[in-house]
């Protein structure tokens, strides 16, 4: 089975700590991505990285920065956390889809069960 | 990427079939239907998905319309523990993989 893991269930940090929030995947997937999920707004992309030392902007990344200088590890990295970041941070995983996609199972995006992050 | 549309809620009791609907009137030719799930406090869990034709695996059947404007994911006997916000996603593949947005949802609840 697929897993992938991250640090912290739960994390209460301070405004303006630097706070990093790591992910672990075993299946030696391509792809990996950062969300966050808050009530009503549903989940959305923070960045995502298709390979190690590679790195792509999703759809919220102000305030963020990550790391991957390993294919199994990808870091989210919370420079100077701010209340507005208090939130549920979800790490994914998956293959990546060579050129035009030919094989189904390279679309499952596997996630981790989240971390909670408090910022006070 | 298209937008979805599903309904907020829905009711289900528990051995009966349940038929979560999402329109997508907007898809375009090489976007693909996703479904996803999330149980209370965890990470979603991809389910299915599908680009015209029905498909079916071990968790649910997904059937597209024909002109691929709405799809209904049916999960065939629910049980208690498929209580859960089921999402719907439209979205093309890129070079890299696909990208997936996520919206509020529908929120299935399967009663005894």
């Known amino acids: 089975d697929v897993k992938v893991t991250q640090s912290s269930r739960y994390l209460v940090k301070r405004t303006g700590e630097k706070v990093f929030l790591e992910c672990v995947q075993d299946m030696d997937h391509e792809n990996m991505f950062w969300y966050r999920q808050d009530p009503g707004l549903g989940l959305r992309l923070i960045y995502f990285s298709y390979d190690v030392k590679m790195k792509e902007k999703g759809d919220i990344p102000e305030g963020y920065s990550v790391s991957r200088e390993k294919k199994e590890r990808f870091s989210l990295i919370l420079e100077s956390a701010s209340t507005n970041q208090t939130s549920m941070y979800l790490c994914?995983?998956?293959?990546?889809?060579?050129?035009?996609?030919?094989?189904?199972?390279?679309?499952?995006?596997?996630f981790g069960p989240g971390t909670r992050l408090t910022v006070t | 990427d298209a937008k979805t549309t599903q309904p907020t809620s829905m009711d289900c009791a528990e051995g009966r079939a349940a038929n979560l609907p999402c329109n997508h009137s907007t898809i375009s030719g090489n976007e693909y239907v996703y479904w996803y799930r999330q149980i209370h406090s965890q990470g979603p869990q991809y389910i299915i998905h599908?680009?015209?034709n029905n498909e079916t695996n071990e968790m649910a059947s997904l059937i597209i319309t024909e002109d691929r404007k709405s799809s209904t994911l049916i999960l065939p006997h629910a049980t208690l523990r498929d209580t859960a916000v089921y999402y719907c996603i439209v979205t093309a593949p890129m070079e890299y993989g696909n990208k997936l947005v996520f919206g509020a949802g529908t929120i299935l609840r399967v009663k005894s």
């Open positions: 599908g680009l015209k």
């Open positions: 994914a995983s998956s293959l990546r889809t060579p050129g035009t996609p030919a094989v189904k199972w390279s679309y499952e995006q596997y």
